[in-house]
């Protein structure tokens, strides 16, 4: 088998006249953390269903761990962990039981399956609850317990869909602080996200997706660098005042994006523009100094934000 | 780990993982199905078999259909109609959880499960709960006297495979609902009811209109009640009636589930 876990060619996917997915290529290495950022309706569920050996493809080759998901699905399936993007818990089951349930549907012994429940409540931080329903688990526990369940098996590919949509602040940082556990256990996860910071924490290597292609592809340090300045600053001058201000702003740094609401001015030195604006005279109500960030890598590359 | 990775392939009889989940489940439910398994008969023994049976008695003899009392007459068709309502509440409701409110299937189809797995795992639990519905039914028409004929066992694996034949049906069916209010209505209203009413339950199909035979034919009911009272008192049927009624509910069985084994694979593939 090649070093490549996942080998994605040509893929694509339509659905009556719709393209979902539309012709993409990459790879995922044994080990790495891959994600795939881009905002909802991006094609990026669909590409992750299809490699999950859930969803058949219209053209293009995929190869999971050397396998083709159309033809040996359930084979693939053994080897995957996947948290979908929309907990399937059996609610009616405690925890514990299901988690049992779901390392018995990979058909692993009872003595076995029995043996991880304990760490696997550790890990998902739900010793307490092991007994509960799973119907009276709040959100940020319902998810980990999809997450402990996608281990039961032992996983080489852990695949995680939108894992923290829907979570409050508190939540989402217990969860990436589990799965970047998972990563230093050296676990490949393959990752889809619409949240920026979330690619940033826990992906070694992403593609930026819009509209079923690939926007751009690399570490969130190599787009950062390649498609924005090392620093933005944020100015609003009030709705109206915005687009008035825009061209004399735009004399002054690299690059600006004017958004509804504010002014994105691209510069390697944010507080020397600032002073600059303010030397010329305008005084904006609002400032912001920050560093690039993928968000500002998806505006440059579609002139859209990630969360509309 | 690398002890697990030898032992991890497909399993071998993926259905049997998703009866002992389902099973899990179920039994959650077992005062509730066991009390329906229990109340159900005795309301209808009471009411039917006794009230309706004595007026029988009272107006055409002790042996007015068919030579048997009331009773002996009506427990293979209510023997069936239970198997045929405990199938199908354990088909319908697992299937719309499954795949419309819990969406369970979903997160079994990402295991090494697939669609015919799983359906033929909800399947067979909704056959375990049949079988229970029925020996405690069988009992309870024992205990009224109308399991009296000494063939009267033979009623048990009839009613059976009706529950089957009906439950394969609505298994297929209940994978195709996406809007549960219209298809709870027009199975509760214009299928079970008309297919109790209308099958020889209470007295012989031929007693009806011509025109109305119509719906005995195509109820599994009444098939499985016209062998049920072939077996259990002798009921005259002729050669070619007692094919027709076996292969009537075998095809049921049959197509119901290639259909429901396609459909909950297109499914989950959506």
Request: aromatic residues 10%; proline residues 4%; glycine residues 8%.
């Amino acid at each position: 088998m090649s070093e490549n876990l996942i080998e994605v060619r040509g893929l694509t996917k339509k659905y009556d006249n719709f393209v979902a997915v539309d012709g993409i290529d990459f790879s995922v290495r044994k080990s790495e953390s891959f994600g795939l950022l881009g905002p909802n309706g991006a094609g990026k569920s669909t590409t992750m269903r299809i490699i999950a050996a859930t969803s058949q493809r219209t053209s293009g080759e995929v190869l999971v761990l050397g396998k083709d998901p159309e033809k040996e699905g359930p084979q693939i399936r053994a080897h995957l962990g996947v948290v979908p993007q929309q907990d399937n818990l059996d609610i009616q089951l405690t925890v514990t039981e299901n988690l049992y349930i779901y390392g018995r549907y990979f058909g692993l012994s009872k003595k076995f399956v029995k043996s991880k429940i304990n760490d696997l409540l550790e890990f998902a931080q739900l010793e307490e609850k092991r007994d509960t329903k799973v119907e009276t688990l709040s959100g940020g526990m319902k998810r980990r317990l999809t997450i402990a369940r996608s281990l039961v098996s032992e996983p080489d590919i852990l695949i995680l869909d939108e894992p923290t949509t829907g979570l409050d602040p508190q939540a989402r940082h217990i969860l990436w602080d589990r799965l970047f556990r998972l990563k230093e256990d050296g676990i490949t996860l393959l990752i889809t996200t619409h949240y920026m910071d979330e690619a940033e924490q826990l992906c070694d290597r992403l593609i930026v997706m819009d509209k079923g292609k690939i926007m751009a592809e690399g570490s969130p340090v190599e787009l950062i660098k390649r498609y924005s300045t090392r620093e933005v600053l944020e100015v609003r001058f009030g709705s109206n005042r915005n687009a008035e201000v825009a061209p004399v702003l735009e004399q002054l740094c690299e690059r600006i994006e004017v958004l509804p609401d504010r002014i994105l001015l691209y510069t390697e030195d944010a507080e020397e523009v600032l002073e600059n604006i303010v030397g010329a005279g305008h005084h904006p109500n609002t400032s912001l100094v920050r560093r690039s960030s993928l968000e500002d890598v998806f505006l440059r590359l579609t002139g859209r934000s990630l969360i509309e | 780990m690398s002890a697990l990775k030898e032992e991890r392939s497909i399993p071998k009889f993926g259905a049997f993982y998703v009866l002992e989940a389902r099973m899990k489940a179920m039994l959650k439910f077992f005062w509730v199905i066991a009390s329906i398994a229990i109340l159900n008969p005795v309301l209808y023994l009471v009411s039917i078999g006794l009230g309706v049976g004595t007026l029988i008695t009272n107006n055409i003899g002790p042996n007015g259909i068919d030579g048997v009392s009331y009773l002996t007459f009506i427990a293979p068709a209510l023997l069936a109609t239970s198997a045929i309502q405990g199938a199908m509440d354990e088909v319908i409701f697992p299937t719309l959880d499954g795949f419309k409110w819990a969406k369970i299937f979903y997160g079994i189809n990402s295991t090494p499960q697939t669609g015919s797995t799983i359906a033929a795992g909800v399947f067979l639990t909704a056959m375990v709960r049949t079988v229970g519905s029925v020996l405690a039914y069988s009992g309870i028409l024992y205990l009224f006297g109308a399991m009296d004929s000494p063939n009267a066992y033979l009623a048990v694996p009839i009613a059976i495979l009706a529950g089957a034949s009906f439950g394969a049906v609505m298994l297929a069916l209940a994978s195709h609902v996406n809007s549960e209010d219209l298809f709870f209505t027009i199975v509760g209203r214009f299928v079970i009811g008309p297919m109790f009413l209308f099958s020889g339950t209470f007295y012989p199909l031929g007693t009806l209109p011509i025109g109305l035979q119509f719906f005995g034919w195509i109820s599994p009911l009444w098939h499985a009640t016209e062998l049920g009272r072939f077996a259990t008192y002798g009921h005259h049927i002729n050669a070619t009636m007692l094919v027709v009624h076996s292969l009537f509910l075998l095809a049921m069985l049959v197509l119901g589930l290639i259909f429901a084994f396609k459909q909950y694979t297109r499914r989950l593939a959506k």
